[in-house]
């Protein structure tokens, strides 16, 4: 059973716009959740997290919005530049070390200039 | 910052023989570390999770036998692939919990011939 869903699987948004990536998951006990950014060839790279007691997280252009309620979260990429193409994971576990990470299947994201 | 090092990057080996990969992390102490092997199509699967002073679990369908690990201090992790095949081709990648968050390195792709 797939822990964690990600839609869409892929997204095209020209320049300048803002690319939301939608997530959601299962397990009501998961209360970590990382997105990570992939390029081809490279390790998945730790974006921006949250943990399940905020409903919001920035970090300059990339903000993590979190409904626990619906077991639901989305990365807003906003002013998406060529360079934030790549695909993005969407990742949940417990919290704290020792804990398994569970991951979405990704999703693809092209800015188009 | 935290970073982790894979090595070697890429590696070829015949059918039936064996490599080793290793995992580094650098400024910070991996109390946990995850070793996973992604497919082609980029799904992720887990194939044991090392936690120091605690026995490593490893996933359905992973076994110590096939993938033995090492993770001998908070810095250092190894894997082995014993008798790789062709369906053991993929991105390896080690995931190092800081206590909070899950660090990535860049991969060991192994290729079976």
């Known amino acids: 059973q797939q822990q964690v869903r990600q839609s869409p699987q892929s997204l095209t948004v020209w320049e300048g716009e803002t690319a939301i990536l939608n997530c959601s998951y299962e397990d009501s006990t998961f209360n970590y959740f990382p997105w990570y950014q992939q390029f081809p060839g490279e390790g998945p790279a730790l974006l921006i997290s949250?943990?399940?007691?905020?409903d919001k997280k920035e970090d300059g252009r990339f903000t993590i919005f979190f409904n626990k309620r619906e077991k639901k979260l989305s990365l807003h990429i906003t002013d998406s530049q060529p360079g934030d193409s790549a695909t993005y994971f969407c990742?949940?576990?417990?919290?704290?070390?020792?804990?398994?990470?569970?991951f979405g299947k990704g999703a693809k994201l092209t800015v188009s200039p | 910052g935290a970073l982790v090092y894979q090595y070697p990057r890429r590696t070829i080996c015949k059918s039936g023989t064996s490599m080793r990969m290793e995992c580094q992390a650098v400024?910070?102490?991996?109390?946990?570390v995850a070793w996973y092997r992604q497919s082609p199509q980029k799904t992720f699967e887990l194939i044991a999770l090392s936690t120091v002073n605690s026995a490593i679990k490893y996933e359905q369908n992973f076994t110590q036998e096939k993938f033995p690990i090492s993770h001998p201090n908070l810095s250092f992790s190894s894997m082995t692939v014993l008798n790789a095949y062709l369906e053991d081709r993929g991105l390896y990648l080690c995931g190092a919990w800081t206590g909070t968050e899950v660090f990535f390195g860049k991969g060991t792709r192994l290729t079976v011939v």
């Open positions: 949250i943990s399940s007691v905020s």
């Open positions: 400024g910070f102490q991996a109390t946990s």
């Open positions: 990742a949940a576990s417990g919290q704290g070390t020792g804990s398994k990470l569970s």
